[in-house]
Nanobody
Framework: QVQLVESGGGLVQAGGSLRLSCAAS????????MGWYRQAPEKQRELVAV???????NYANSVKGRFTVSRDNAKNTVYLQMNSLKPEDTAVYYC???????????????WGQGTRVTVSS
């Protein structure tokens, strides 16, 4: 079993910053990509940022230049530094990891429980 636990969400004023963390634990053999998705009310879940175990990154156009994704492979942890936050960034943010478990044959995707980010205008 693999668990992803997020932290760092909260309420912030527009222009402010937050840092999200997500730690993966369990019977992990290796993790390929880790990333962040978000879902605003009445909208579909969307990719925010993703980072491979080699450090390659990809961002949604709406967050480029404001958000930075990073990871600590030794700790199986991914971070999302969010700067210059806007009200439209308000959403529940979900961590995702592409994991091969010990004894597993295939990688599969795991999700965290989500952490709420609210940006006030």
């Amino acid at each position: 079993q693999v668990q992803l636990v997020e932290s760092g969400g909260g309420l912030v004023q527009a222009g402010g910053s937050l840092r999200l963390s997500c730690a993966a634990s369990g019977t992990i053999f290796s993790i390929n990509a880790m990333g962040w998705y978000r879902q605003a009310p009445e909208k579909q879940r969307e990719l925010v940022a993703v980072i491979t175990n080699g450090g390659s990154t990809n961002y949604a156009n709406s967050v480029k230049g404001r958000f930075t994704v990073s990871r600590d492979n030794a700790k199986n942890t991914v971070y999302l530094q969010m700067n210059s936050l806007k009200p439209e960034d308000t959403a529940v943010y979900y961590c995702n990891a592409d994991v091969l478990t010990i004894g597993g044959l295939y990688r599969r995707s795991y999700w965290g429980q989500g952490t709420r980010v609210t940006v006030s205008s």
